[in-house]
């Protein structure tokens, strides 16, 4: 039962374009969601973050928005960089207070084309 | 500031061999977890620890594997006998108490042959 989806498996754009990558959850109780970036043969590495209580965050480059009803969230990378290729996880926090156990989504590879 | 720290980064086993991993978290940082990734698929908690004690063990394959963390700093995850379905990166990552991000290291990618 994947709680966390992340339905496209890869995402490719043009440098200087907007990246946009989507994540759908279906357990309500989720509280807090992040977005990890992996490069080959490393961890994954923090990235932006929300908590449900907001619908937006930003940081530089990088936005989060978070759309409770729909059960949906989605990054936005603007505008993307040929570093930015990577693959993306979205995780949720599980709602049970330990903010520590993580569900992740399959992750989505994006290439970003110079 | 050092980072959470994993060996070996590479191992291939036969399956029903052993294998242990090593992990040493970021200074202070109370909280430690380690994460299953199978190709293809999303990090999958098997087993947090708060100091030497364990928090959510709910994942774990208590028949294969084990980890402890004795004196609340390393730890060491455990597998045996290995199946060939163990094959994936066991990813290491630690968190203050208090903190909601997590850092995880680099992980440690078994192939069960």
């Known amino acids: 039962d994947q709680q966390v989806k992340q339905n496209s498996p890869s995402l490719s754009v043009q440098e200087g374009r907007i990246s946009i990558l989507n994540c759908d959850y279906t357990n309500s109780m989720f509280d807090y969601f992040l977005w990890y970036k992996k490069y080959p043969a490393e961890g994954p590495t923090f990235l932006i973050s929300i908590s449900s209580i907001k619908d937006k965050n930003e940081d530089g480059r990088f936005t989060v928005f978070l759309n409770k009803s729909a059960k949906h969230l989605s990054l936005h990378i603007v505008p993307s960089q040929p570093g930015d290729s990577a693959v993306y996880f979205c995780?949720?926090?599980?709602?049970?207070?330990?903010?520590?156990?993580?569900?992740f989504g399959q992750g989505t590879t994006l290439q970003v084309k110079p | 500031e050092a980072g959470v720290a994993q060996s070996p980064r590479y191992k291939i086993i036969e399956k029903r061999q052993s294998v242990a991993f090593w992990c040493n978290p970021i200074?202070?940082?109370?909280?430690l977890y380690w994460y299953q990734q199978i190709l293809g698929q999303g990090p999958k908690l098997l087993i947090q620890?708060?100091?030497?004690?364990?928090?959510?063990d709910s994942q774990l394959p208590k028949d294969r594997f084990s980890a402890e963390r004795l004196k609340g700093v390393d730890s060491t995850l455990k597998i045996q006998p290995a199946k060939l379905e163990d094959s994936a990166v066991y990813l290491c990552?630690?968190?203050?108490?208090?903190?909601?991000?997590?850092?995880f290291g680099e992980g440690s990618w078994l192939t069960v042959v």
């Open positions: 995780a949720a926090s599980d709602g049970s207070g330990n903010t520590g156990k993580l569900i």
């Open positions: 620890f708060q100091n030497n004690g364990v928090v959510d």
């Open positions: 200074s202070g940082h109370a909280t």
């Open positions: 990552a630690s968190s203050s108490v208090s903190g909601n991000t997590i850092y």
